[in-house]
């Protein structure tokens, strides 16, 4: 750090130079892997603490960089949101989980997590209607995760597409709550399918009683407001047992498997074809 003026001062950082250069060029590798469908959805199931068995499977978005190997959803996502790219590879993303789930021997739903940008980029009712219809899912095999960071723009607009988006029969699911900009009068503008608990909250649920109480907290609520509680992240028989004992419907986690490719998920987890 060299001085530059009095009490201020300059950190020379020689990174600084080449970090948006490698950001546009990440940006670049980042918009011909969409166009080229490089960009691939993992699947994480879904347990239900009733059944044991698998409700629903979680699409994830894998990027494996040709020179740079696997780009973490962590980097590539923002930079989408943040480049625009978001809308184009949301959607390309839907039609290919959507796609896959049609193709299922087992009628468990597929998860796909929402951008709040796609909300706000054209008709996305319309955009999921044709998604749906094009692939032969039915509607109601489709979950819409969603974040409260959603919210934050334009409530009515965006209760509104939610609304018109559970009208064709769309599960939709307030993902990642209780971290952030959580608020509780979400649950009384919208009737969320499924509420899923951050993974903070999990990893703590041993150790803290404050993590318990808010696990507990939000089970409350999902039992009153007839709202499914997803916890995510489960990755101990500890944390499973506090959390089944807590009342949460269903849970998802290494602990059961982490996202596996879809021909693994056909072949470990689904029914296997024919039977
Ligand atoms: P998320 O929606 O909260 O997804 C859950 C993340 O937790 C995933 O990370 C998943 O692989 C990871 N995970 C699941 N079980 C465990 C566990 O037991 N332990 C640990 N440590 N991690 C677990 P991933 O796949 O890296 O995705 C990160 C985030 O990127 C997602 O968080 C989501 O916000 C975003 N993302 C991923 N795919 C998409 C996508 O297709 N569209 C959009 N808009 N966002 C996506
Ligand atoms: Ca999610
Ligand atoms: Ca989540
Ligand atoms: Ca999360």
């Not at 009490?7 to 990174?15: A, H, L, R, T, V």
């Not at 790219?85 to 949301?90: A, P, S, Y």
């Not at 998604?131 to 965006?158: C, H, M, P, S």
């Not at 993902?175 to 899923?196: A, E, H, I, T």
Request: charged share 25%.
């Amino acid at each position: 750090a060299k001085e530059q003026g009095r009490g201020s001062i300059c950190c020379f950082d020689p990174q600084m130079d080449a970090a948006p250069r490698d950001r546009r060029s990440l940006e670049g590798d980042l918009r011909s892997a969409i166009r080229r469908g490089d960009i691939e959805l993992v699947y994480q199931p879904v347990m239900s603490t009733q059944t044991g068995l698998i409700t629903s499977v979680e699409a994830l978005a894998r990027w494996l960089h040709p020179e740079k190997g696997p780009i973490s959803p962590h980097i590539f996502i923002p930079l989408a949101e943040e480049s625009g790219l978001i809308v184009q590879l949301g959607e390309t993303l839907l039609r290919q989980a959507c796609s896959d789930a049609a193709s299922w021997s087992s009628s468990v739903r597929v998860a796909v997590n929402l951008s709040p940008l796609q909300f706000q980029a054209g008709d996305l009712c319309a955009t999921v209607a044709g998604i749906l219809k094009e692939t032969g899912l039915e509607a109601n095999r489709l979950q819409l995760e969603v974040t409260e960071g959603l919210v934050i723009r334009d409530v009515e607009r965006t209760f509104s597409e939610l609304e018109r988006l559970r009208a064709l029969g769309i599960q939709i699911l307030m993902d990642d709550f209780g971290v952030g900009y959580s608020s509780l009068s979400y649950f009384q503008r919208f009737p969320f399918d499924k509420v899923k608990i951050d993974k903070s909250f999990v990893d703590q649920i041993t150790t803290s009683r404050a993590a318990r109480a808010i696990v507990q907290a939000i089970v409350g609520l999902g039992d009153t407001l007839g709202m499914g509680v997803v916890a995510e992240g489960v990755e101990t028989e500890d944390q499973m047992r506090l959390l089944v004992e807590a009342g949460c419907t269903h849970l998802q986690g290494y602990l059961f498997s982490p996202p596996v490719r879809k021909s693994v998920l056909q072949e470990s987890f689904l029914l296997p074809l024919g039977a």
